[in-house]
Structure formats: structure tokens, C-alpha cells
């Protein structure tokens, strides 16, 4: 890949430029609600003749706040009583984790590891009903496949126990090229899982079909992958009942193609519980972007609800600075169509072409997609 003007060394400083970025840029929440049906109170006036009056004070000083700082925080949740002397989980990131393990030393998590905890609490959610997460793009080179690859790893990563596949629907997809298997198994088709009549309904002969990156996602392929025919919007039903009914999957990624004329696109959608949207940061990537949400939205019915619960992804193909402002993209994104905005910025790892590991990612680009997981995980309807 061409890294233009740039030397190695400043490649690698350019994640930098990243981290004190907001990583998801979400819609204004409602306003407060104002209660004005209620009467304002006053005291009466032999409340106001016996209240007692202090002397005049000084007013403390801001040591005696310092002082204040490590008292113990009152209930938060109206039921749990304060209570004193209970130990914390101590740093487990960062210089604040090797700090802790001094001698004499107990520091409490900053707010960054606190923020991150709190996103994997959210990827840790109980899903009541396996759920079914679709990708999409208005343009091929927009990132798509490793959105969706990298979203099941990170979510299978986090989710330990449960079982997260990805599959492609996308004929000419490659989403099997881009995977890091653990083992030596052959990459399958769901048009072959699908045809195969004399396929033991258990998850070991399902589980034979799939391939295992390190994070525990499961991948199957699209029908290049063992070139089988082209898939049908009837065997992609079927595949997915397979996966759901006897590999009991709790959530399925569908890659998508780009042909929304296909039955198969249309057949994908309506198994489909959540969008991600996804555009790279060129011009003509979110233009198409823009194109896909207003031709699903003229479709109507399920799609418009779709589309509301969307997640927008931009994902940075080149290094450095583009020719569009990126900001004001999303802001544009988030105020036009009231969704969260995730962007994920260039990295060496993905722009290799070839199989990929979340451990190889930089550590920024991890953390965006820990944020782009918790979103999904959160909007997914119960």
C-alpha cells in the first residue's frame, strides 16, 4: 500500500493523533423534562419564625475539599446501603496497574479503564433470543468485511461461553481470506452448508463447516470460499436456521454484497434484528452511504425501523489526512439521521490484505471496536 509522503516512523506515530478522540458520535439526547404542574412550596410563617440562624462562618477552605475527596460514595441505586472499608478492583490497564502493585500504594481505576469496563459490561449482555446483526455499504473497498469480522471478534472475545458466527452473503466476498484460522480446517460455503441433505442435525457436524479465528468467532464463507453455485434467498434461509437451531448460535453476522436488487440481499434484511452501515472516509464512499439509507428507508416498512436503530461506521482506508472533513461527516451523519457514528481509523494491520487478529491490531484500534460492539449489543432489540 502506498503511504505516500510518509516515513515508517511516522506511520506508526499516526494512531497517536486518534487517541483523544471521541470514539462514537451519538445523537442529543431528549431534554430534561420540566414539571411545572406542581405548586412551588413556601414555608409558613411560623416555620420561617423558628428556623434557627448560625453564626457567621468563614467558608472552608479547599483543603478541607481535598480532605473530603475518599469518602465513601452514598447508594447509587436506592436499594444498597453505603458501605465503608469494602475493597475495590484495583488498575488492571496501564501505568496505573503497575503503580497499584507498589508497596503502600492503592490507586482506583481512571476514567478511561472505568468507561472501558463499562463498554464490556454492555458487550456482556444477555441476549434472551439469538439475534442476527447485517453489514452493509453502499460501495465495494469501504471496509465492510473487516467491520464485520472484527465486530464478531471482538463481541466473542468478551462474550466467552456464547457462540458468534460470521457469515458471507456476498457471492465474490472474501471474508474467509481474512481469517486467522486456529487450525487447519478447509474453508465451507453457506450455499454448501444449506445443500448438504445428508448433514447430522448436531453442532459437531455444523461446527465442521466453520472455521475458528482466535477470539472463538466462527466463519463461513460465501459461495467462492469451496466454489459452490451461487446462493439463493431459499438456502440462505436455510443455512441460517441450521446455524441457529443446531449450532445455536446467539448472534450471526451477515457480510453483505452490494446488490440490493438480489433476493438474497432482501431475503438477508428480513432475518436481520440490526444494521451497521458502513463507509470509508472518501467522498464517494459516504456519498453512497448517504444513497443506501435513503433507498432503504423508500422501501418502508421493517427497513425504516432499521434503519433508525442503525450504527454508522467510518472506516479510515488510507493513513493521514483525507479530503473531506471527517468531523463535520459525522456530525452531518448524526444530526440527518439521528444515529451513532463509530470511526475507526487506519491501521497497519488491516491495510496488509490479509488474514486477520485482534491481538495485531493497535491498541486504538481495538478500543474502537469494543465501542462499535457495545453499541450493537446495546441497540439490539430484546
Same mark, same amino acid.
Given at each position: ?43 409558613? =410563617?411560623?416555620? $420561617?419564625? *423558628? ?9 472552608? +477552605? &479547599? #483543603? ?122 478447509? =474453508?465451507?460455503? $453457506?450455499? *454448501? ?9 448436531? +453442532? &459437531? #457436524? ?177
Amino acid at each position: 500500500m502506498s503511504t505516500g509522503q510518509y516515513s515508517q516512523e511516522q506511520l506508526q506515530q499516526l494512531p497517536n493523533k486518534y487517541r483523544n478522540a471521541e470514539f462514537v458520535d451519538r445523537p442529543a439526547g431528549p431534554p430534561a423534562p420540566v414539571f411545572a404542574d406542581a405548586p412551588a412550596w413556601s414555608p409558613s =410563617p411560623e416555620a $420561617v419564625q *423558628s428556623q434557627w440562624s448560625p453564626e457567621a462562618r468563614t467558608m472552608p +477552605s &479547599a #483543603a478541607t475539599y481535598e480532605a473530603r475527596e475518599f469518602q465513601p460514595a452514598g447508594p447509587d441505586d436506592g436499594n444498597r446501603s453505603a458501605r465503608l472499608g469494602v475493597r475495590e478492583e484495583g488498575p488492571q490497564q496501564g501505568w496505573r496497574m503497575y503503580l497499584n502493585k507498589l508497596p503502600g500504594v492503592h490507586l482506583r481505576k481512571g476514567d478511561d479503564e472505568k468507561n472501558f469496563d463499562r463498554r464490556i459490561a454492555q458487550i456482556r449482555r444477555t441476549l434472551a433470543h439469538p439475534k442476527t446483526v447485517a453489514v452493509l455499504s453502499g460501495k465495494g473497498s469501504a471496509g465492510k468485511t473487516i467491520t464485520a469480522l472484527n465486530l464478531g471478534a471482538t463481541v466473542a472475545k468478551y462474550q466467552r461461553g456464547e457462540k458468534i458466527v460470521a457469515a458471507s452473503i456476498d457471492p465474490l466476498g472474501n471474508i474467509t481470506d481474512r481469517t486467522r484460522g486456529v487450525n487447519d480446517q478447509k =474453508p465451507r460455503s $453457506v450455499v *454448501s452448508l444449506a445443500a448438504d441433505t445428508e448433514l447430522r442435525r448436531d +453442532s &459437531a #457436524a455444523v461446527g465442521s463447516y466453520l472455521l475458528t479465528d482466535s477470539s472463538g468467532l466462527r466463519v463461513l464463507g460465501s459461495s467462492s470460499a469451496d466454489g459452490a453455485t451461487f446462493l439463493t434467498s431459499e438456502n440462505l434461509e436455510k443455512a441460517h436456521s441450521t446455524l441457529r437451531n443446531y449450532f445455536h448460535f446467539n448472534l450471526t453476522v451477515l457480510d453483505f454484497g452490494l446488490n440490493i436488487d438480489s433476493s438474497v440481499y432482501h431475503a438477508g434484511l428480513a432475518l436481520a434484528d440490526q444494521l451497521i452501515l458502513v463507509a470509508s472516509t472518501t467522498a464517494d464512499s459516504i456519498d453512497e452511504l448517504d444513497k443506501l439509507i435513503e433507498t432503504l428507508k423508500r422501501f418502508g416498512g421493517k427497513y425504516i425501523d432499521l434503519v433508525k436503530n442503525a450504527v454508522v461506521v467510518f472506516v479510515q482506508t488510507i493513513p493521514g489526512k483525507g479530503h473531506i472533513d471527517v468531523n463535520n461527516e459525522r456530525t452531518r451523519i448524526v444530526n440527518t439521521y439521528k444515529i451513532p457514528v463509530v470511526t475507526i481509523p487506519w491501521d497497519a494491520h488491516i491495510s496488509e490484505g490479509g488474514p486477520m487478529s485482534l491481538e495485531l491490531l493497535d491498541k486504538q484500534t481495538q478500543l474502537r471496536y469494543v465501542e462499535l460492539a457495545a453499541e450493537v449489543m446495546t441497540k439490539l432489540p430484546d
